[in-house]
């Protein structure tokens, strides 16, 4: 706070529609400024307490200015509408765009040719960038069966990528490929700060299909053809934003549950199968070079368990 105050903001801005605590003891520490919040969750009530009794702030009171939320959009279009409040006008619709460094491409080129990848004709599968909600992940053997489908009928090359502390993911995956009587595919492990070199592998590739991840929003971001797997704890907030993209969910009405999940295991995710995402590849290869922006719902769960 004493940093901020250096800065003399004029405008306080909670972007993120889940409130927390640091949202509001900032806003509640310029009461001149203009603040503003996207939506009107409330702080979760531990928070709301520890604030009103240690800072004597009411979370109620922080913002002056509220823009509602809408509900069943992602969240890049609730904030397009955050910018059009705060502008007062309506702004131009923009996607996400990514650009790669020469230094980044360079380095994804090397990778690529030591792991006999051709640019531009292999598969991204990102079976891993699950570490914050690991409940979400699609099991590793269907992903398997989805890597030697891709080889076997369209063959794509693949190449798994993910970060080293998800090595155990990426060898479970090769591990069910080999019982599969699949090809081992290439692998790329990241570390910290290699995101740059992530984006510049991403743009490299004909498509990326795995996990809903950052991974997924950053091919869609650098131009490449991004398919999502998606749960129902935040859907579909997260959709990825592009000029070609697929998302995979199968919907259940404890959709928006958070990942607090009341199965334990997320079976909305679980029993997608792979066969699921072969129509998704098929979909998006038939597009050719079309803009697509689709959501492919399955029901794989009987009736009467939903």
Known sequence: LAELDRLAPDVIVAGTINRTWLDVAVAAHFPRARRVALGARTVDPLFAAALRLELGLETDQAFNEVVPVRDHVRDWENNHHLADHLAGREL?????????????????????????????????????????????????????ELVVWLQRERKQPVMLLGHVSEAPVIDAVNAEVARL??????????????????????????????????????????????IGIFGGGHWPRFRPVGRQTLSVVQPLPCFGCNWDCHFGDAPCAKTIAPQDLHLAVDRLLASGDAPIDEILEVRNLPAESL
């Open 92 to 144: 131009p619709r923009s996607a996400p765009q990514v650009s790669v460094s020469a230094e980044a491409a360079a380095g994804a080129e090397k990778i690529l040719a030591a792991k006999n990848l051709p640019a531009g004709a292999w598969t991204a599968v990102f079976p891993a960038g699950i570490a914050n909600v690991p409940i979400k992940a699609w099991p590793t053997e269907k992903f398997a």
């Open 181 to 226: 009587g699949g090809a081992r595919p290439a692998a790329w492990l990241g570390r910290d700060g290699e995101i740059p070199l992530l984006a510049a592998l991403l743009a490299s590739a004909r498509f990326y299909v795995g996990n809903d991840t950052g991974a997924m929003h950053l091919a869609a971001a650098t131009g490449r053809p991004a």
